[in-house]
């Protein structure tokens, strides 16, 4: 009943389309509902068979909540990760304290406001405002059993030593990527550009899975471009975010959108071509607004700022290959691995290729796909731990042991 409201919420607060936000908040209930579904049976815990049988003795398992635990989230998705945390927490049986970014500190606000109606004990769910000294806080708050935190690799990194050097607590992380995707010259050329479309421009390109580096395979690079472009002219319609046909809203803020446009220079300078967008622009109604023209960029190397580094914006970055051995070396070659996708139309390929990439997701002939029920993570520096699944919720828990003794006994080892 609140997705209306709420998806507007998200629209002033994050600068993103309508059409999207409310995808964000029909898959916020979804994880409510999976979470709210399965905790019982998965928080149940395990009976174990021990040597004697358990007519003599026996163990078990119980899953019990960590206590507090603190979650810490991001603006480019303020309502939908702030729900990634807290549903699985809940339902755990924690209690949880939310900091949500102060670039877009209302969604946690209005969640809050949805759980006191339903019902949830005053002091279960908590929002505190602040800066990254509220996060450094929450790290080492002895009472605060784990932390969870989405954001960057900086971030991360230090939130997660300020934990170590104070407690031992659990800690999930999130980060950034610089994910890959490979076209294959047997792939279908409409469904590769349909899936590089979602890979780079979903939520202004403002996502941390966004696989910015399209590895194209030489034989089809010329009309993969030449089809990526048209699609990318019919599709990507900038303006009002509440308007309807409007599919690119605007940044978060000046400051990202400069860091955007200097990405952009400096692919000019090391040598590459924006065969579109590529700069700031000014749609009628909201000339005022942080607006940029989605890029599509050749001719840069792989040693190239932007394609080394996230750049967290709308710019895709056409790459030729030549090779399968090639193209997974150079997929790989990076120090983020959340996400990689591949379209081809030999599935064995695809699979093949899948164990080798070093990326938390990999996607075959589809990209940017989310359901509730499958781990969403990264390798080496996009983090630890996963979001969504059941292992997030039993992430939320702790493990405890109880041996069973029947039958009387006075013989012991000693």
């Not at 209930?29 to 399965?38: E, N, S």
């Not at 549903?87 to 924690?94: D, E, F, R, S, W």
């Not at 990076?334 to 290729?353: D, E, K, P, Q, W």
């Amino acid at each position: 009943a609140n997705l209306e409201d709420i998806a507007r919420w998200e629209v002033k607060t994050n600068g993103k389309s309508i059409y999207e936000a409310r995808m964000d908040i029909e898959s916020s209930a979804d994880c409510f509902d999976f979470y709210g579904g399965v905790a019982p049976a998965v928080l149940q815990g395990d009976q174990i068979d021990l040597p004697g049988g358990p007519r003599q003795r026996f163990a078990y398992t119980r899953r019990e909540p960590l206590g507090v635990v603190g979650c810490i989230g991001v603006w480019n998705y303020p309502f939908l990760t702030c729900i990634w945390k807290v549903a699985p927490a809940l339902a755990a049986g924690n209690a949880v304290i939310f900091k949500p970014s102060p670039f877009a500190p209302a969604s946690p606000v209005l969640l809050g406001e949805i759980l006191t109606a339903a019902g949830v004990p005053h002091g279960v769910y908590g929002v505190v405002q602040g800066e990254a000294e509220t996060g450094n806080f929450m790290s080492v708050h002895p009472l605060i059993r784990k932390l969870s935190f989405t954001g960057s690799v900086g971030g991360g990194m230090a939130l997660q030593r300020q934990a170590a050097a104070e407690n031992v607590k659990p800690v999930t992380l999130e980060l950034g990527g610089k994910s890959g995707l490979i076209i294959f010259d047997d792939c279908d050329v409409k469904s590769a550009v349909a899936g590089a479309v979602l890979a780079n421009f979903l939520n202004q390109g403002q996502v941390c899975s966004n696989a910015s580096r399209v590895f194209v395979q030489r034989g089809i690079l010329n009309d993969f471009t030449s089809a990526l472009l048209k699609e990318c002219d019919r599709k990507l319609k900038i303006g009002d975010p509440f308007d309807e046909e409007t599919r690119v809203g605007a940044n978060i803020n000046e400051p990202h959108l400069k860091k955007i446009l200097e990405f952009v220079e400096s692919a000019k300078k090391e040598g590459g071509e924006v065969l579109r967008g590529g700069t700031r622009v000014h749609p009628p109604g909201v000339e005022d607004g942080f607006y940029f023209d989605p890029a599509v960029i050749v001719g840069l190397k792989d040693d190239a700022k932007a394609v080394q580094e996230e750049i967290f914006g709308a710019c895709c970055l056409i790459l030729p290959f030549d090779t399968e051995e090639e193209v997974v070396k150079r997929i790989n070659d990076t120090m983020y691995g959340l996400a990689a996708g591949v379209f081809s139309g030999n599935l064995a390929r695809c699979h093949r290729i899948a164990t080798k990439l070093q990326a938390g997701t990999v996607s075959i002939n589809t990209y940017n796909d989310l359901e509730v029920n499958v781990p969403f993570g990264g390798y080496k520096n996009s983090g630890h731990g996963r979001e969504n699944c059941l292992d997030t919720l039993k992430a939320y828990t702790q493990v405890k042991a109880i041996y069973v003794n029947i039958q009387e006994t006075t013989e012991h080892p000693l």
